[in-house]
């Protein structure tokens, strides 16, 4: 069986540590327990091949930026010919903490304009995901600055240890399906 793991984000250096590039960390800690080689993916992003718990696994990082990344998803889970059901989308949720984890395997895109694109593109709203805390938003804080904000020194170390349950997370998905997944992470 084929599976699509996605991390939404923003491509360039300006974005790399920013809390809505908490998709492209996750995928990017997969990536590196996983072994994966990134490669360009029909100048929509970068994707890489690797199998996990007897499954083929393609990653990708889309580069459209954050409201268009369904445009990337759609087009690498078409030529796969990977279903919905079996795309894995991670994104940041800044109505969780910081570090916290929160699978779902069906719903509305929550606000999330990344998820958004990709419900529109796909189709459907049964697409799995992975929600990673980078919250709660100071009150003062506009919404925009703050997702694009880089983490403060204290989220950033409750980052890592999220980041390797997220990865583990992921490889229960694919090993004991969404449910046994949800079950122990959430």
Request: aromatic share 10%; with cysteine.
């Amino acid at each position: 069986m084929q599976y699509l793991l996605v991390g939404l984000g923003n491509p360039g250096s300006e974005y790399a540590r920013t809390r809505h590039n908490a998709g492209f960390r996750v995928v990017d800690a997969a990536a590196q327990k996983w072994g994966a080689e990134w490669k360009p993916w029909q100048k929509l992003g970068e994707y890489s091949k690797v199998s996990v718990a007897g499954h083929e696994v393609f990653l990708l990082k889309p580069h459209t930026y954050m409201n268009l990344s369904g445009q990337a998803v759609s087009s690498l889970a078409r030529f796969y010919k990977i279903p919905p059901q079996n795309c894995l989308i991670c994104f940041d949720e800044v109505a969780l903490e910081t570090g916290t984890l929160r699978l779902r395997k069906n719903g509305s895109a929550g606000g999330q304009k990344g998820m958004k694109s990709v419900i529109e593109q796909l189709g459907t709203q049964d697409i799995p995901r992975l929600r990673l805390g980078i919250g709660p938003k100071p009150e003062k804080f506009d919404l925009v600055d703050f997702v694009l904000g880089k983490f403060s020194r204290e989220d950033e170390e409750k980052l890592t240890p999220a980041l390797d349950k997220a990865v583990s997370a992921i490889e229960m998905y694919l090993s004991d399906g969404l449910e046994k997944a949800m079950n122990t992470y959430n």
